[in-house]
């Protein structure tokens, strides 16, 4: 992604006050609060404690180009990195950072075209797109040329646009909705005729809302100025003196779908008349050919492009080990066309691979890499990093796998798993089959740390709605809770959807016996 020298300078803007507020923070002469202020609009939050930070690398629409993989690899060993998350937004946190490293990583980062300007904070955040846009077979059309444009232009927003919250957009190839399209604050959807239909105003967390649909049949060449209306009726009715009512969602459900699409639509056609955002789209098409043969590894997918391939790699939690992702990244670097992507499913896609150099792919990340549902399930990195967690989800869900697997149950019967550390609902908790969030229950009029159970949610571009919630489980139970589950999967030796439809007496038993 190339830009201009002159939009570099204005993400670089002021550094100097970020670095200011950086030593203060470990100096502890300024709260945590008052750091994040100015850090989260850097990609950079103070980790629990406040002895340590993160910092949020923005990768647009998931892609990791090379310039970036010799980043990625340099500051791996340089900095002896032990602990990274691949994010549901298609960003890759570097946790326990130093106040020292992460000041000499951000120009670092720029240098190798990586803005993490706005990658927090009420900033256009980090744009998220189907992983495997113009390489898949299954989908409605190629959006990586309108992408690739729109990823350059949401950078030039980050200064100029007053959010009361952060923005996020996403791009479906219209076949999946692993972007999460229609519960976004701006979502494009390719159709099978070449257009996008438009969502808006959508979002999860407290009060979550599926987008509206703005608009049907747009000319991709037409969608920064849905970007750009949309993020101006944001900044002009969002509310800036409520932090908890202030995403995009809340103007719609103030005003009603009927009267918000007319809203966007004044907003879009001032935007049409004052601005020439017309994108001229660049032919994306890669020249490299196969090998002739035919992969060994069942986890090699094949491409659109005849003879190349692509490999999955989810680690569990989102957590990879960092040394099979070092490997991955110096041997994806050095291939012809080799590139990463990211997805909100906190995996990476090794992407235009020969069958040799996908089997090789696999055989670099076999150990670290899932196998069933169960193991794809999602977490954020919870309380004991996170400032804001309730709870330890990513503990949890590793809680969880410890007691599946000693009690002998088997996980490929067992969900995938949503689960966040507080209402925030950075895994998506509410979209999952099964989802878990952070809470308190009472027991015996005492306060007793828990995790809300959500049930039957969908995120399907045919069927996309919100779990139901069915219980508050305390915290201590959860992984009993699971074994019993999986000890009932297994005597019937079914996973859980097939189960749970012929067996809903039984799980609502188990439920009650966990005081749900």
């Not at 747009?218 to 970007?227: A, N």
């Not at 190349?308 to 992702?325: A, K, R, S, T, W």
């Not at 507080?422 to 740390?449: L, R, W, Y």
Request: charged letters at 25%; hydrophobic letters at 35%.
């Amino acid at each position: 992604m190339i830009i201009s020298d002159e939009l570099k300078e204005e993400l670089s803007g002021n550094f100097p006050e970020f670095v200011e507020k950086t030593k203060s923070f470990f100096k502890k002469e300024i709260k945590p609060s008052a750091y994040k202020s100015t850090s989260g609009g850097y990609g950079c939050y103070g980790e629990r404690g406040a002895d340590s930070v993160m910092y949020r690398l923005r990768f647009s629409g998931g892609v990791i180009e090379k310039p970036q993989m010799r980043f990625l690899i340099d500051t791996i060993k340089d900095y002896s990195l032990d602990f990274l998350h691949f994010s549901t937004g298609e960003s890759i946190q570097i946790q326990h950072l130093s106040g020292e490293e992460v000041i000499e990583l951000f120009p670092k980062a720029h240098a190798a075209g990586i803005y993490t300007r706005g990658g927090g904070s009420d900033f256009p955040r980090n744009m998220t797109a189907s992983p495997l846009h113009g390489i898949t077979k299954n989908e409605a059309f190629d959006v990586t040329p309108y992408l690739n444009a729109a990823r350059i232009y949401l950078l030039t927003l980050i200064t100029k646009l007053n959010l009361p919250r952060k923005y996020k957009i996403t791009f479906s190839s219209g076949k999946e909705n692993d972007a999460h399209a229609n519960f976004k604050d701006l979502g494009f959807i390719a159709k099978d005729d070449g257009t996008f239909d438009v969502y808006a105003a959508g979002g999860l967390g407290p009060n979550p809302r599926i987008a509206t649909k703005v608009d049907e049949g747009v000319d991709p060449k037409k969608v920064l100025y849905y970007m750009h209306a949309m993020g101006h009726l944001y900044g002009d009715h969002g509310d800036h003196k409520n932090r908890a009512k202030a995403r995009s969602r809340y103007i719609a459900a103030r005003l009603g779908d009927d009267a918000f699409k007319k809203l966007f639509h004044e907003y879009l056609a001032r935007t049409l008349k004052e601005e020439d955002l017309d994108i001229e789209p660049e032919v994306f098409s890669i020249k490299k050919k196969g090998d002739g043969k035919a992969p060994k590894s069942a986890l090699a997918v094949p491409q659109r492009q005849e003879g190349l391939y692509y490999v999955q790699y989810h680690p569990f939690c989102g957590d990879p080990d960092v040394n099979i992702f070092h490997e991955l990244l110096t041997y994806v670097e050095g291939l012809e066309a080799g590139e990463l992507r990211l997805n909100t499913d906190e995996s990476v896609y090794a992407i235009n691979l020969t069958a040799e150099e996908a089997d090789h792919v696999v055989k670099l990340i076999e150990k670290d890499t899932a196998k069933t549902s169960f193991d794809r399930s999602i977490s954020c990195v919870g309380a004991n990093v996170c400032q804001i967690g309730l709870r330890d989800s990513a503990g949890m869900l590793r809680k969880i796998r410890e007691a599946v697997e000693r009690a002998g149950v088997n996980k490929a019967h067992l969900p995938q798993i949503r689960i966040s550390g507080c209402q925030n609902s950075c895994s998506a908790h509410q979209m999952g089959e099964i989802g878990f969030c952070g809470f308190t229950k009472k027991v015996k009029g005492k306060p007793v740390p828990s995790f809300i159970l959500f049930i039957d949610g969908a995120h399907s571009l045919q069927d996309t709605h919100f779990g139901k919630q069915v219980g508050n489980i305390a915290m201590d139970d959860v992984p009993k809770f699971f074994v019993d589950l999986g000890e009932a999967l297994d005597r019937e030796n079914k996973d859980f959807t097939a189960w749970r439809e012929e067996n809903k007496s039984e799980f609502d038993a188990l439920l009650g016996k966990y005081g749900a």
